[in-house]
């Protein structure tokens, strides 16, 4: 069947809406508006097409009814009375009255009290432009003041931590910013002090609104109170263009706005997407977008003259790039050629690098994972679940990082699940994290025996009792009951601590597959499109479209021409490779082994014996000062595409800034690679990358550059179609919900601006079945027996895990984030540091085979007996100096210092 | 034929210097309302309470059985007793708390055992220490009475009881917000619909909120019938009520008398209750049912005191303060010291309150010092009516409201009430630039 239609949408089905139980219809200014019971009325209200305006209501958060700006006049049994529509239900035959004399009066009058003592300081307000104050005001407000008092007045802006301002004269007292601390965040950190007209939101003494959240509330705030110190004063909002995007810096894929100024971004807004991140963004991808206007960007090619890197032209880089990898290939191979990141690439780059290294080149050995991550085929195998299901399964079973560090917005969805229905979380860790507190049962496990861990979980007998890796038996017993007999459980599927090998977690999410054969799986791998660039067939052993590499052989082999021989190595292969001289070169696509790498020394020494090295990236990093060419990468909202999220989620990348000097989109490095090696990639562009995806990627069948156009897929499409349960229409933007995203569009800037379409050659498929999607079977969970040897008495285990402020590029090079990384420390159970003679803030040697370094020690009962907590990489320092990667755990020692701290 | 004849159905140990201790409490009926009660069902007790017609006294108005048969069916109910009394004026449950707090605890014991309630919470204004003090006392003695907790006089019913003082807050006394003030919270009302106590109150349960003198009726009631105290009174209002008398009156002080019978006159000028005005002073306007009731003049002394009759006259008897203001009074002052207290008391929670209060008392304070402008008094009635929406004068009862609570419809009635009767003195005070009683 070769030829057929590309824009075949077949198997992409909608699910029929089900006929509403619940449906009610009301009466809205003498027109029936349907609705669904339980509804709030100014929801349904809106939905009809009438705007009753607000402050305090926010459709993501619990309704307060505190503004009264939404006053309408509802009847009820004593006739019609007003009443805050943000609170009141909709019910059967409800009459409502939204524009009487008596409504409009009552909403001039609140808008004229909210004016009272706002100090209307407008032309030097952040907010002035895209203020609902202001807005509403032009809209419903009276004239003109007839308050001639004092107002009132507090000291002008107040930080409230390191990234937010609170100007109190400017509050007006609407509760969002406190009720989405405590409700959504669960930092309640800042809340109402005083009383009446001194009302005043406020943190608590010595304790700052440290929020990994805190820029949604400056995002929400209705007027200029809240600012954050990224973007006050940066920008007037009629000055900013927009475009809709996605965040690339975790796997979640917070869909977001980003906005620009004279070709500098000025900030990031969450866009509510009900599938992902429902208007919420952490403050890491809010607002590490000053690393990409960063001055220290890579902007011109570099190659290595007399051992320096000196900028040269394309071309020239180009040619040298293609001749170093073309000699190594003809004198050693193209398994002697490595491709090691990728994971920040969008969906389009990894698949034209994918085609580059396993068709042009010839290597299998590609991975886009660091070795920080799981088994691509074992990712890609299980059976996927979208976020939504997980918030909505039965019970969750949280195998994989501190989420709240990694993957922030999952963390606030699973979070909120557990706290509003109750949703059972299993936390299967090695040390309490930020869900440990909403979790039904936490199993607080030795490092590297999670598997065993699973099984007592999942024992039919049920009869263990004992305790089982240092999980008490009635913790085990106790999540066995909530696990008794539901039928919906997602597990979310990460790599837990980076000082344990992978295998520990692939042979628990393995047992668990089994034991749970209805299970679904959420990754928790967190790198930006990691998930995009496995699919793609960025990983050895695969291809792209979620095949294995000799399920996929003839289908890509008649597309491609060839397909590599033998399945190539992992990260870790190919960093022993090039130190031993198995592989000369080596591909760094926007790839950092030496810092993201679990085990640095072994980076470092792969990196050492590499013969030749050309690193893709937009900053000149400790791996890719190695290189011997260096090509400038344009970063996201510096490039179009499209990037695919933990769910198998595809939305759309938008350009908003052109990138620095002559940086180029990876996909065009690939293709022009491709020439210079003497092969046409046949790709020109982004468009035609997607055709051949969706003819070829069987996971991608049906998503085409059409359907990624169409409305309904401003909430991405998850691969494979059909899959998703359901994908409910975008709704409009309210520029109330999301102030600052509607105001901008006024200004005539489109949300989603499909890059232009040039004329597309026709991919065709090639004949023949196409290959099936991998499978569990097909998967294997990682190899190594059993449970490590438990640590000696004077060792304690070791776990690692990322902080959200870590020493990562993107962090460093944003200043207004760089600070907020913690120093590195080690964090120890109290009955542990008291047991070998230590204190709390003693600085402590910390040895392990790897090496040795001098850190504060601070007891922490989260962390179990035996084990001790490091951070994994902050800028200090962290755990990757003491890993071997070779060894499925690590053990040190600790020993107080001298005369030091 | 005295007043003071009527049945005293709260104050009866007031005339004893030991009223508040259990021997007197015990050697003059104690325990005998709790103790009979629990001979009946609660059905019984409750249709007793509902037989006797008694209207909530602390402010709201609203008839008890009803009340307590709206009470949604749950496993756990909680009864909160409302002593919270912060109300300008208004000082009868602080009476009733220091001089009778055994009385107030059996009284909460029969409308526990009534709407057979899990746990009760004796809400007390903090700055009531005495009182405090004595009613913690009498719980700790209810307790070893075997009154209260564990298997009450032996009937099988339990509940126990603890005290809570108030944090000084007046809103705290709204019902709703002394739940969220119980819960730990601020004190922010709750918005109702939906949250009415009896069907989703503290922490959610169904919840009863009965004022202080409330429940201190109930003993009286079970041990005398329903029947005896609707006979008190008139249908519109039965029984008995503590009046709380204050300002320009020869006898300030408590005073319980039958409802409905008398009038504000002779709640005034009788000689055994107010004892009338000072010499050759004349009565100029009268704040009947705390400071947030319309207030009424010379012209409406007549006017019984009786529910429905105060209600269509335009205002309430409410907390059953009344305060007494005679021809020395500045009637702007007046206004503008009630709209300050307002402005402290106001949650600032929602907006017509927490800013028009403000404003209102800014207006005020300006024209009682002498700058004010004709054009003020527009915008004060126009404020009044953002907050409170059709307020007029004459005065409608009861008030329409923009907020979430009755404090911010509690903001306008002085100011409407003394705009509308002492335009000229408002006039006086901006033309001549300053007080005229200064
Ligand atoms: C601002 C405000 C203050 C109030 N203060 C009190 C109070 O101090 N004591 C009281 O019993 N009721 C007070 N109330 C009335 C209560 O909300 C509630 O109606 C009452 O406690 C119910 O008891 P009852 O039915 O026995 O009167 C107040 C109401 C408002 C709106
Ligand atoms: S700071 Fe902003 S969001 Fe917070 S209460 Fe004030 S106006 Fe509302
Ligand atoms: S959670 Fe992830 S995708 Fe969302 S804003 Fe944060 S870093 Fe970006
Ligand atoms: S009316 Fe006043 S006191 Fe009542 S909730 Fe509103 S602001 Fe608070
Ligand atoms: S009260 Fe409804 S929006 Fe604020």
């Known amino acids: 069947m070769a030829g057929a239609p590309l824009t075949d949408t077949r198997d992409y089905q909608r699910p029929e809406a089900a006929p509403d139980a619940d449906a009610v219809t009301i009466n809205v200014d003498g027109r029936p508006v349907q609705a669904r019971k339980g509804e709030l009325l100014i929801a349904a209200a809106e939905r009809a097409g009438t705007y009753i305006p607000r402050f305090c209501y926010h459709p993501r958060m619990k309704p307060v009814g505190m503004c009264r700006m939404c006053l309408v006049e509802v009847k009820g049994p004593r006739g019609f009375a007003l009443q805050p529509a943000c609170f009141v239900p909709v019910e059967e035959g409800q009459e409502v009255l939204t524009q009487s004399d008596k409504v409009r009066k009552a909403q001039d009058g609140v808008l004229?009290?909210?004016?009272?003592?706002?100090?209307?300081?407008?032309?030097?307000?952040?907010?002035?432009?895209?203020?609902?104050?202001?807005?509403?005001?032009?809209?419903?407000?009276?004239?003109?003041?007839?308050?001639?008092?004092?107002?009132?007045?507090?000291?002008?802006?107040?930080?409230?931590?390191?990234?937010?301002?609170?100007?109190?004269?400017?509050?007006?007292?609407?509760?969002?910013?406190?009720?989405?601390?405590?409700?959504?965040?669960?930092?309640?950190?800042?809340?109402?002090?005083?009383?009446?007209?001194?009302?005043?939101?406020?943190?608590?003494?010595?304790?700052?609104?440290?929020?990994?959240?805190?820029?949604n509330t400056v995002q929400i705030c209705p007027v200029g109170a809240l600012t954050a110190s990224p973007y006050r004063f940066r920008a007037r909002p009629w000055d900013l263009e927009q475009v809709e995007s996605t965040c690339t810096t975790c796997a979640v894929g917070c869909v977001v706005s980003v906005q620009s100024s004279a070709n500098r971004i000025t900030r990031y807004l969450g866009i509510d997407s009900d599938p992902v991140n429902q208007s919420w963004m952490c403050d890491r991808g809010r607002f590490d977008f000053e690393a990409v206007n960063s001055e220290d960007r890579l902007s011109q090619p570099l190659i290595r003259r007399d051992g320096q890197l000196v900028p040269t032209t394309w071309g020239d880089a180009l040619s040298r790039a293609a001749a170093g990898i073309e000699e190594v290939r003809k004198l050693?191979?193209?398994?002697?050629?490595?491709?090691?990141?990728?994971?920040?690439?969008?969906?389009?780059?990894?698949?034209?690098?994918?085609?580059?290294?396993?068709?042009?080149?010839?290597?299998?050995?590609?991975?886009?994972?660091?070795?920080?991550?799981?088994?691509?085929?074992?990712?890609?195998?299980?059976?996927?679940?979208?976020?939504?299901?997980?918030?909505?399964?039965?019970?969750?079973?949280?195998?994989?990082?501190?989420?709240?560090?990694?993957?922030?917005?999952?963390?606030?969805?699973?979070?909120?699940?557990?706290?509003?229905?109750?949703?059972?979380?299993?936390?299967?860790?090695?040390?309490?994290?930020?869900?440990?507190?909403?979790?039904?049962?936490?199993?607080?496990?030795?490092?590297?025996?999670?598997?065993?861990?699973?099984?007592?979980?999942?024992?039919?007998?049920?009869?263990?009792?004992?305790?089982?890796?240092?999980?008490?038996?009635?913790?085990?017993?106790?999540?066995?009951?909530?696990?008794?007999?539901?039928?919906?459980?997602?597990?979310?599927?990460?790599?837990?601590?980076?000082?344990?090998?992978?295998?520990?977690?692939?042979?628990?999410?393995?047992?668990?597959?089994?034991?749970?054969?209805?299970?679904?799986?959420?990754?928790?791998?967190?790198?930006?499109?990691?998930?995009?660039?496995?699919?793609?067939?960025?990983?050895?052993?695969?291809?792209?479209?979620?095949?294995?590499?000799?399920?996929?052989?003839?289908?890509?082999?008649?597309?491609?021409?060839?397909?590599?021989?033998?399945?190539?190595?992992?990260?870790?292969?190919?960093?022993?490779?090039?130190?031993?001289?198995?592989?000369?070169?080596?591909?760094?696509?926007?790839?950092?082994?030496?810092?993201?790498f679990p085990d640095r020394r072994r980076a470092e020494q792969g990196l050492d014996g590499a013969g030749f090295i050309v690193a893709v990236d937009g900053f000149l990093t400790e791996s890719s000062q190695k290189a011997d060419v260096v090509l400038p990468a344009a970063l996201y909202s510096e490039r179009p595409g499209t990037t695919t999220n933990l769910e198998g989620r595809i939305t759309r990348l938008g350009q908003k800034v052109v990138p620095p000097g002559v940086a180029w989109p990876d996909w065009m490095i690939a293709v022009e690679l491709g020439v210079r090696l003497g092969s046409d990639l046949e790709m020109d562009t982004l468009a035609e990358i997607r055709d051949e995806i969706e003819a070829l990627a069987v996971s991608h069948r049906g998503i085409t550059e059409e359907l990624l156009n169409t409305a309904a897929a401003r909430d991405g499409i998850v691969a494979p179609l059909g899959r998703a349960t359901s994908e409910p229409a975008p709704a409009a933007i309210d520029p109330m919900s999301d102030p600052g995203i509607g105001a901008v569009e006024h200004h005539g800037v489109k949300a989603t601006a499909p890059e232009p379409g040039a004329r597309r050659r026709l991919v065709t498929r090639p004949e023949g079945q196409p290959p099936a999607l991998l499978s569990l079977p097909d998967a294997e969970g990682g190899s190594g027996s059993g449970d490590p040897a438990p640590p000696d008495a004077y060792s304690l285990r070791l776990v690692a895990g990322r902080k959200l402020y870590d020493g990562a590029v993107s962090v460093r090079h944003s200043p207004s984030l760089a600070?907020?990384?913690?120093?590195?420390?080690?964090?120890?159970?109290?009955?542990?540091?008291?047991?070998?003679?230590?204190?709390?803030?003693?600085?402590?040697?910390?040895?392990?085979?790897?090496?040795?370094?001098?850190?504060?020690?601070?007891?922490?009962?989260?962390?179990?007996?035996?084990?001790?907590?490091?951070?994994?990489?902050?800028?200090?320092?962290?755990?990757?100096?003491?890993?071997?990667?070779?060894?499925?755990?690590?053990?040190?020692?600790?020993?107080?210092?001298?005369?030091?701290g | 034929m005295s007043f003071l004849d009527a049945p005293r159905v709260v104050t009866s140990r007031f005339e004893h210097e030991d009223s508040h201790t259990l021997s007197r409490f015990v050697s003059t009926g104690g325990y005998d309302g709790l103790r009979r009660a629990l001979t009946m069902t609660p059905e019984e007790v409750a249709a007793q309470v509902d037989a006797s017609g008694i209207i909530g006294r602390g402010g709201a108005g609203f008839p008890t059985g009803r009340k307590w048969s709206m009470l949604r069916p749950a496993p756990v109910r909680y009864l909160v007793i409302n002593g919270d009394e912060s109300?300008?004026?208004?000082?009868?449950?602080?009476?009733?708390?220091?001089?009778?707090?055994?009385?107030?605890?059996?009284?909460?014991?029969?409308?526990?055992?009534?709407?057979?309630?899990?746990?009760?919470?004796?809400?007390?204004?903090?700055?009531?220490?005495?009182?405090?003090?004595?009613?913690?006392?009498?719980?700790?003695?209810?307790?070893?009475?075997?009154?209260?907790?564990?298997?009450?006089?032996?009937?099988?019913?339990?509940?126990?009881?603890?005290?809570?003082?108030?944090?000084?807050?007046?809103?705290?006394?709204?019902?709703?917000?002394?739940?969220?003030?119980?819960?730990?919270?601020?004190?922010?009302?709750?918005?109702?619909p939906p949250y009415y106590p009896a069907v989703t109150g503290l922490y959610r349960e169904p919840t009863i909120v009965n004022n202080v003198e409330t429940v201190s009726s109930l003993p009286w009631i079970i041990n005398h019938g329903g029947a005896a105290f609707a006979a008190l009174g008139a249908?519109?209002?039965?029984?008995?009520?503590?009046?709380?008398?204050?300002?320009?009156?020869?006898?300030?002080?408590?005073?319980?008398?039958?409802?409905?019978?008398?009038?504000?006159?002779?709640?005034?000028?009788?000689?055994?209750?107010?004892?009338?005005?000072?010499?050759?002073?004349?009565?100029?306007?009268?704040?009947?049912?705390?400071?947030?009731?319309?207030?009424?003049?010379?012209?409406?002394?007549?006017?019984?005191?009786?529910?429905?009759?105060?209600?269509?006259?335009?205002?309430?008897?409410?907390?059953?303060?009344?305060?007494?203001?005679?021809?020395?009074?500045?009637?702007?002052?007046?206004?503008?010291?009630?709209?300050?207290?307002?402005?402290?008391?106001?949650?600032?929670?929602?907006?017509p309150c927490r800013e028009g209060s403000g404003w209102v008392e800014n207006i005020l304070r300006r024209i009682e010092a002498g700058s004010g402008h004709e054009d003020d008094l527009g915008v004060l009635l126009d404020i009044c009516d953002n907050i409170s929406p059709e307020v007029s004068w004459p005065s409608k009862w009861p008030p329409q409201q923009t907020t979430i609570c009755p404090l911010g419809p509690s903001i306008p009635p002085a100011v409407v009430s003394s705009i509308g009767m002492f335009r000229d003195e408002y006039m006086v005070h901006i033309k001549d630039g300053g007080c005229p009683f200064d």
């Open chain 2, 87 to 192: 109300e300008p004026a208004t000082f009868k449950d602080h009476a009733l708390v220091t001089r009778d707090p055994n009385q107030l605890v059996e009284g909460a014991l029969i409308a526990a055992y009534a709407v057979q309630a899990t746990q009760v919470f004796l809400y007390v204004r903090g700055e009531f220490a005495l009182g405090l003090e004595r009613v913690q006392a009498a719980l700790n003695d209810a307790y070893r009475q075997g009154a209260v907790g564990r298997d009450i006089f032996g009937s099988g019913f339990s509940v126990d009881a603890i005290v809570h003082p108030g944090a000084g807050a007046y809103i705290c006394g709204d019902e709703t917000a002394l739940l969220e003030s119980l819960e730990g919270k601020r004190g922010f009302p709750r918005v109702k």
């Open chain 1, 819 to 900: 600070g907020l990384a913690a120093p590195a420390g080690i964090r120890v159970n109290p009955y542990d540091l008291d047991r070998l003679g230590l204190h709390s803030g003693d600085r402590v040697r910390i040895s392990a085979p790897r090496g040795s370094f001098v850190l504060p020690a601070a007891a922490d009962p989260g962390v179990p007996r035996g084990s001790a907590w490091m951070p994994f990489s902050q800028p200090d320092g962290g755990a990757s100096r003491l890993i071997d990667s070779a060894e499925s755990v690590t053990d040190v020692r600790l020993e107080t210092v001298q005369g030091e």
């Open chain 1, 332 to 596: 050693h191979g193209p398994a002697a050629v490595a491709v090691l990141g990728g994971a920040r690439l969008a969906n389009e780059d990894a698949y034209a690098w994918a085609k580059l290294a396993k068709a042009v080149i010839g290597t299998d050995s590609v991975d886009a994972q660091m070795g920080d991550g799981l088994p691509a085929e074992l990712v890609l195998a299980l059976p996927q679940a979208t976020i939504d299901e997980a918030c909505g399964a039965d019970a969750v079973i949280l195998l994989g990082p501190d989420l709240k560090e990694e993957l922030p917005v999952l963390h606030l969805r699973l979070r909120q699940a557990a706290v509003e229905r109750k949703l059972p979380i299993i936390e299967i860790t090695q040390t309490a994290t930020g869900m440990t507190r909403h979790a039904a049962v936490s199993l607080i496990h030795r490092p590297g025996e999670a598997a065993s861990v699973v099984r007592a979980l999942t024992d039919p007998s049920g009869a263990a009792s004992s305790d089982v890796a240092g999980v008490p038996g009635p913790s085990l017993a106790a999540a066995r009951d909530v696990l008794a007999g539901v039928a919906r459980v997602v597990v979310v599927l990460g790599r837990p601590s980076l000082a344990e090998s992978a295998a520990a977690p692939a042979r628990a999410a393995v047992a668990l597959a089994t034991a749970f054969p209805q299970a679904r799986f959420l990754s928790a791998l967190r790198r930006g499109n990691v998930r995009g660039a496995l699919d793609m067939g960025l990983a050895p052993g695969v291809l792209p479209g979620r095949v294995g590499l000799n399920q996929g052989r003839d289908w890509f082999g008649r597309a491609w021409g060839q397909v590599p021989p033998e399945r190539g190595l992992d990260a870790s292969g190919i960093l022993d490779a090039s130190a031993d001289g198995r592989v000369q070169a080596l591909v760094l696509l926007g790839a950092n082994p030496i810092e993201d």
């Open chain 2, 235 to 351: 249908p519109t209002s039965t029984g008995t009520r503590v009046f709380a008398l204050a300002g320009d009156v020869m006898r300030p002080g408590n005073y319980e008398i039958e409802l409905s019978k008398p009038t504000f006159r002779d709640l005034i000028f009788a000689p055994e209750l107010g004892g009338g005005l000072r010499p050759g002073r004349s009565l100029k306007a009268i704040v009947p049912g705390g400071t947030s009731a319309f207030w009424i003049g010379p012209d409406r002394l007549d006017l019984h005191l009786d529910q429905k009759a105060v209600a269509d006259a335009g205002t309430m008897l409410g907390s059953g303060s009344v305060v007494v203001m005679d021809d020395t009074q500045c009637m702007v002052r007046a206004a503008w010291r009630i709209s300050r207290f307002y402005r402290r008391e106001s949650c600032g929670q929602c907006t």
């Open chain 1, 112 to 215: 004229e009290f909210l004016l009272v003592n706002h100090p209307l300081d407008c032309p030097v307000c952040d907010k002035g432009g895209e203020c609902p104050l202001q807005d509403q005001t032009i809209s419903f407000g009276p004239g003109e003041s007839r308050f001639l008092e004092e107002k009132r007045h507090f000291e002008k802006p107040i930080a409230i931590s390191e990234l937010v301002y609170l100007d109190r004269e400017r509050c007006i007292q609407c509760s969002r910013c406190t009720r989405f601390a405590d409700e959504l965040a669960g930092d309640p950190l800042i809340d109402f002090i005083g009383r009446g007209d001194q009302l005043e939101v406020n943190t608590y003494p010595d304790a700052p609104f440290a929020s990994y959240f805190s820029g």
